[in-house]
């Protein structure tokens, strides 16, 4: 198959995904329509059930989404009958905006409507909190508080000698935890090593939460959090943005940024702009000056939808090294997958430019 039948073939599929947005959206206004046809005999979810074959918990889940859409998010509705998104991304700013007010959610709806285009649903996951953090503040501020005290632990048997562990943690000691786990695992990942670095990973964490005390501790490892240098300051309150989470409250980013025994890294920005302005220098192993400023620019793997820290990426040179392409202005992160895709045939990266094998052009 050449590239023109590539093409034609990823315009076809666009087609169809667009039809099935628009699908969706009308099925969605039936479902709110009969929803408020029977809103009085509080059957609705069970008869929704019986008549798609889903269970009641579905359809209910599907009634709200629908409800939500016809009342509170008209933008993202019209979205949807737009084809730009589908009811599972619709989804994703329903989820946020649930516990919001009326008026702060169709706000949340009206700024979020220019930012749907292009974005996967991790991606408008993330967007929709950062805009709910900043219409909501003290709202988001105080959800954050607690949601903290609903830290537990599962445990989940899957079957064939295998079982899930599931920790819900603050996003400062999951994302610590993680980055320590991994940090290990890639120093293990030596030659001769048959491990993968997921099982080693698993292994380590394993090792960690088994060991008796008295043993050595952990290595630290960087985590970055960016924080405008007003806020850290203490004249407002804006959220600051940890890298590969996404937005937290102040009153969380100053906590982590003055904890004397942090092994965080601080990024002091510029409120106006974002751009760094100062660098935490307690740091347990400091890497070259370049290479720690394209991660602290970078934030994220370059790769449009990918959000791995770019302190877990690799650095690459955008205009290959062996063509010409100098090591100072020509740097981008990448995480492995996405640095190995890069120089498959077909793939043409630029500075912020990514051309797809089927001559598809996304912006990151």
């Known amino acids: 198959m050449d590239r023109d039948q590539a093409c034609e073939l990823l315009k076809d ?60 998010l008209p933008k993202t509705l019209q979205a949807m ?96 935890i993680y980055a320590r786990t991994d940090r290990e695992a890639h120093a293990l990942k030596v030659a001769g090593e048959p491990r993968t670095l997921d099982q080693l990973r698993a292994d380590v964490l394993a090792d960690r939460c088994l060991r008796e005390r008295g043993t050595p501790r952990n290595p630290k490892a960087d985590v970055y959090l960016y924080v405008d240098l007003t806020t850290l300051a203490g004249l407002n309150d804006n959220y600051a943005e940890l890298t590969g989470s996404g937005p937290i409250p102040a009153w969380l980013a100053k906590e982590i940024a003055y904890n004397p025994g942090s092994t965080w890294r601080r990024i002091i920005t510029d409120p106006a702009t974002g751009l760094p302005v100062d660098v935490g220098r307690s740091s347990y192993r400091p890497p070259a000056a370049l290479d720690r400023f394209i991660r602290i620019r970078d934030r994220e793997c370059c790769h449009p939808g990918c959000h791995r820290p770019a302190q877990l990426a690799d650095l690459d040179h955008t205009t290959d090294w062996a063509h010409g392409g100098p090591t100072k202005t020509n740097l981008r992160g990448y995480c492995k997958r996405h640095h190995k895709l890069k120089d498959q045939p077909g793939w043409t990266h630029t500075d912020h430019t990514i051309t797809t094998p089927a001559k598809a052009t996304y912006t990151t």
């Open 13 to 72: 599929i666009q087609v169809i995904q667009e039809q099935k947005c628009k699908l969706e959206a009308e099925q969605l206004r039936l479902v709110a329509r009969l929803n408020e046809v029977e809103e009085r005999t509080r059957g609705v979810p069970a008869e929704l059930a019986l008549g798609l074959a889903v269970t009641e918990n579905m359809a209910g889940k599907q009634i709200a989404l629908a409800e939500a859409l016809a009342t509170r």
């Open 81 to 176: 009958e737009s084809g730009v998104i589908d009811g599972y991304k619709a989804s994703k700013i329903f989820d946020a905006t649930a516990v919001l007010s009326d008026e702060k959610a169709r706000e949340v709806d009206a700024v979020m409507s220019e930012r749907l285009a292009g974005k996967n649903p991790s991606s408008l996951r993330r967007a929709v909190n950062r805009v709910v953090a900043r219409i909501d503040p003290n709202g988001y501020a105080a959800r954050t508080r607690r949601r903290r005290l609903d830290r537990k632990v599962e445990l989940v048997h899957q079957g064939e000698g295998m079982t899930t562990l599931i920790v819900d943690l603050p996003v400062e000691v999951g994302t610590a």
